[in-house]
């Protein structure tokens, strides 16, 4: 069993900002399969399961800074190890439309991966990483907590697509092969 963790905030007020584009590449994963979220109130996450209950896709309930506890209660409750574990999130330090799997790192100031490095106590958690780019000014929490621009909007849903495609080569074909073909792309 795998599962993929699209990170992001879970009221409606975040739904289409950059920050939540870790939720919607595994709520696009969702949309193509035809599959329901349900709520879990004890993983903290809302939950769909797919390929025989082999993949397992999980959005927070619980706000960035607190992602750790969904991941608690996903590796408790399923009982899977950390490698099964995709964690999908923005990164600012990643040009627009690109996507990057690494498997080990800081959290680079991301609240969301950075919770669940310290729960764990360890840096090799498996991420695809969406890049959102870098904001021009210093306001970054302003920019992260924004919708896409008019301009981004048009490129979004074949990033999401991209991304979808690329969670799915992750839990199907593993780790090295999903790096070879999404971390070479120009």
């Not at 399961?49 to 750790?68: C, G, H, R, T, W």
């Not at 680079?108 to 840096?123: N, P, Q, T």
């Not at 907590?145 to 992750?170: V, Y």
Request: aromatic share 10%.
């Amino acid at each position: 069993m795998k599962i993929i963790l699209g990170l992001g905030n879970p009221t409606i007020s975040y739904r289409k900002t950059r920050h939540n584009i870790g939720a919607m590449v595994v709520e696009r994963i969702a949309y193509k399969e035809r599959l329901k979220f349900k709520k879990q109130k004890k993983m903290k996450a809302e939950i769909a399961n797919f390929q025989d209950n082999d993949l397992i896709l999980a959005k927070p309930l619980v706000f960035m800074n607190e992602s750790y506890l969904t991941v608690e209660g996903l590796l408790s409750y399923y009982k899977i190890p950390l490698d099964n574990l995709l964690v999908v999130y923005d990164d600012m330090d990643i040009p627009f439309g690109r996507i990057k799997f690494s498997c080990k790192g800081s959290s680079a100031g991301h609240k969301g991966i950075g919770s669940i490095i310290d729960f764990l106590g360890r840096k090799d958690i498996i991420r695809l990483r969406v890049g959102i780019s870098h904001p021009e000014g210093d306001n970054v929490v302003e920019y992260v907590l924004s919708e896409f621009s008019e301009e981004e909007k048009k490129e979004l849903s074949s990033i999401l697509e991209l991304s979808a495609q690329a969670c799915l080569d992750w839990a199907n074909f593993g780790l090295s092969y999903a790096m070879q073909r999404y971390n070479r792309r120009n």
